[in-house]
C-alpha cells in the first residue's frame, strides 16, 4: 500500500484504477482516459495532485539561498504572488528536479516540487542551507487540485464566488490567497486553469463542490497525455541528474545575468554552451499507424549517431502518435524510429503540439 492523498476514498468512490506514482496511490483514469483527455480540451477537468509537496522557504537569507540553488533567478519576482519556472542543478548541471517558485512576501517563498523527488529534494536544500539563516518547510498539510480547461475559470468561481474578481485578476503565473485557498494561474496541460493549495482537512469539500459545479475528475493517464501534447517535460523521462537544462528544451529557465551570479551549476553550464550542446530535445510526429514510446531508438539518414525517445503516446486530440526525443544536435527533418525492429518514418518538430485545443506543431530548428 503506497501514500494516499486526503482524495483517496474519493477515487475509490468514482472508480478509479488507481496505480503507484512515485510510491502514491493515484487515480490514472475513472474509466476512460481518452474521454478524460477531451474533457480538459473541450471543457474542464480537476486532477487531484496532492502527491506534489509544497515547500515553504522563509528568512533573511531565503532570497541569497534561492539565487544560487536555482537556475532561474527569483530576483525577476519583483511583486507577491508572481512565479517562475526553474530547474534545481547538480554541480555537473544535471537536474535534480524541476519546480515553480512562488514569491509570497518579503524574504518568503513558496515552492513546489515533484513527489517522486521530493525527499531528495529536501536533503539537497537541507544541506544547501547550512550555515545560512533559513527555515525550510515541508507542508505536508496542504493539498493540490489542478483544475484546467477551457471553462475551468468560471467554474472555479462559481465554487469560489468570494474570489471571482480575484483570479480574473490574476495573469498566467500569478498567485494569490483567498482565505485559506492558494489560487495560482498555472498548469501542466496547455490549457487555460488554476492549481488551488487548500489545506489538507478543507480539500475534500471543495473536490466535491467543483464535481458538482460540472468540473470532471481526470487522472494522472490524461495529465500524461495532455502535458506531452503541450510539450512539457516529465521529470525523470525527458530530463534527470544526468541531463542539462540545455539538452532538454530548458534553456529559457536559466537566467545567465547578471553573470555574477553564480548558482550551482553554472560553471558547467556555460562549459557545455561554449563546447556546443551534444543533444537537443525535439518533437516527433508519426502520421502512420502505430504508437511512439519512450526509448525506443532514433536514427537520421542526413547525420551520423542515434538518439531516444523520452516520452511517447497516441495523441488524442491531433489522432495520431507523438514523442519527445533526445537526439543529436545536427538531427533535423525527418528520422526513422525503430519500433519492435522496424523502421517507422517520422518528423521532427519543436516539442510542442498543441496549444489550447489547437495544433501548433512547427518543423523542427
Same mark, same amino acid.
Given at each position: 500500500?503506497?501514500?494516499?492523498?486526503?482524495?483517496?476514498?474519493?477515487?475509490?468512490?468514482?472508480?478509479?484504477?488507481?496505480?503507484?506514482?512515485?510510491?502514491?496511490?493515484?487515480?490514472?483514469?475513472? #474509466?476512460?482516459?481518452?474521454?478524460?483527455?477531451?474533457?480538459?480540451?473541450?471543457?474542464? #477537468?480537476?486532477?487531484?495532485?496532492?502527491?506534489?509537496?509544497?515547500?515553504?522557504?522563509?528568512?533573511?537569507?531565503?532570497?541569497?539561498?534561492?539565487? *544560487?540553488?536555482?537556475?532561474?533567478? @527569483?530576483?525577476?519576482?519583483?511583486? $507577491? #504572488?508572481?512565479?517562475?519556472?526553474?530547474?534545481?542543478?547538480?554541480?555537473?548541471?544535471?537536474?535534480?528536479?524541476?519546480?515553480?517558485?512562488?514569491?509570497?512576501?518579503?524574504?518568503?517563498?513558496?515552492?513546489?516540487?515533484?513527489?517522486?523527488?521530493?525527499?531528495?529534494?529536501?536533503?539537497?536544500?537541507?544541506?544547501?542551507?547550512?550555515?545560512?539563516?533559513?527555515?525550510?518547510?515541508?507542508?505536508?498539510?496542504?493539498?493540490?487540485?489542478?483544475?484546467?480547461?477551457?471553462?475551468?475559470?468560471?467554474? @472555479?468561481?462559481?465554487?469560489? $464566488?468570494?474570489?471571482?474578481?480575484?483570479?480574473?485578476?490574476?495573469?498566467?503565473?500569478?498567485?494569490?490567497?483567498?482565505?485559506? @485557498?492558494?489560487?495560482?494561474?498555472?498548469?501542466?496541460?496547455?490549457?487555460?486553469?488554476?492549481?488551488?493549495? =487548500?489545506?489538507?482537512?478543507?480539500?475534500?469539500?471543495?473536490?466535491?463542490?467543483?464535481?458538482?459545479? %460540472?468540473?470532471?475528475?481526470?487522472?494522472?493517464?490524461?495529465?500524461?497525455?495532455?502535458?506531452?501534447?503541450?510539450?512539457?517535460?516529465?521529470?525523470?523521462?525527458?530530463?534527470?541528474?544526468?541531463?542539462?537544462?540545455?539538452?532538454?528544451?530548458?534553456?529559457?529557465?536559466?537566467?545567465?545575468?547578471?553573470?555574477? /551570479?553564480?548558482?550551482? %551549476?553554472?560553471?558547467?553550464?556555460?562549459?557545455? *554552451?561554449?563546447?556546443? =550542446?551534444p543533444h537537443k530535445l525535439v518533437g516527433l510526429v508519426m502520421s502512420g499507424r502505430g504508437v511512439l514510446r519512450a526509448h525506443q531508438a532514433v536514427t537520421c539518414e542526413s547525420a551520423p549517431g542515434s538518439g531516444e525517445i523520452t516520452s511517447g503516446t497516441f495523441s488524442p486530440t491531433l489522432g495520431h502518435a507523438i514523442a519527445l526525443? /533526445?537526439?543529436?544536435?545536427?538531427?533535423?527533418?525527418?528520422?526513422?524510429?525503430?519500433?519492435?525492429?522496424?523502421?517507422?518514418?517520422?518528423?521532427?518538430?519543436?516539442?510542442?503540439? =498543441?496549444?489550447?485545443?489547437?495544433?501548433?506543431?512547427? $518543423?523542427?530548428?
Open positions: 500500500m503506497g501514500l494516499r492523498t486526503p482524495l483517496h476514498h474519493r477515487h475509490l468512490a468514482l472508480g478509479a484504477k488507481l496505480v503507484d506514482f512515485g510510491g502514491w496511490d493515484m487515480p490514472l483514469h475513472y #474509466g476512460s482516459q481518452i474521454d478524460e483527455h477531451h474533457r480538459v480540451r473541450r471543457h474542464a #477537468g480537476v486532477f487531484d495532485v496532492s502527491h506534489m509537496r509544497v515547500v515553504d522557504v522563509a528568512g533573511p537569507d531565503a532570497r541569497d539561498f534561492l539565487r *544560487r540553488l536555482l537556475a532561474n533567478d @527569483v530576483d525577476r519576482l519583483k511583486t $507577491p #504572488g508572481k512565479a517562475l519556472y526553474s530547474v534545481m542543478l547538480n554541480p555537473a548541471g544535471g537536474v535534480i528536479d524541476d519546480l515553480i517558485v512562488y514569491l509570497l512576501g518579503d524574504s518568503r517563498y513558496r515552492l513546489v516540487v515533484n513527489c517522486g523527488t521530493a525527499d531528495k529534494d529536501l536533503a539537497w536544500m537541507a544541506a544547501e542551507a547550512r550555515g545560512l539563516a533559513v527555515d525550510i518547510r515541508s507542508r505536508a498539510d496542504l493539498a493540490i487540485l489542478a483544475v484546467q480547461g477551457p471553462e475551468a475559470i468560471p467554474l @472555479v468561481e462559481a465554487v469560489l $464566488p468570494g474570489a471571482a474578481a480575484l483570479i480574473d485578476g490574476l495573469k498566467p503565473f500569478c498567485a494569490a490567497s483567498a482565505g485559506d @485557498v492558494f489560487i495560482a494561474r498555472t498548469g501542466y496541460t496547455g490549457e487555460d486553469g488554476v492549481e488551488l493549495i =487548500v489545506p489538507g482537512a478543507a480539500v475534500v469539500s471543495l473536490w466535491d463542490a467543483l464535481l458538482d459545479a %460540472g468540473v470532471s475528475p481526470v487522472g494522472l493517464g490524461a495529465r500524461d497525455t495532455l502535458r506531452l501534447e503541450a510539450g512539457m517535460n516529465l521529470y525523470g523521462n525527458d530530463m534527470d541528474e544526468n541531463t542539462s537544462p540545455l539538452e532538454a528544451n530548458l534553456g529559457w529557465t536559466i537566467a545567465w545575468e547578471p553573470a555574477e /551570479r553564480a548558482f550551482i %551549476g553554472r560553471e558547467a553550464l556555460e562549459a557545455q *554552451r561554449a563546447a556546443g =550542446v526525443a /533526445r537526439v543529436p544536435a545536427a538531427f533535423s527533418g525527418t528520422a526513422l524510429v525503430d519500433i519492435r525492429g522496424k523502421a517507422a518514418p517520422v518528423t521532427l518538430v519543436k516539442p510542442c503540439f =498543441v496549444r489550447r485545443g489547437q495544433a501548433v506543431v512547427q $518543423p523542427a530548428d
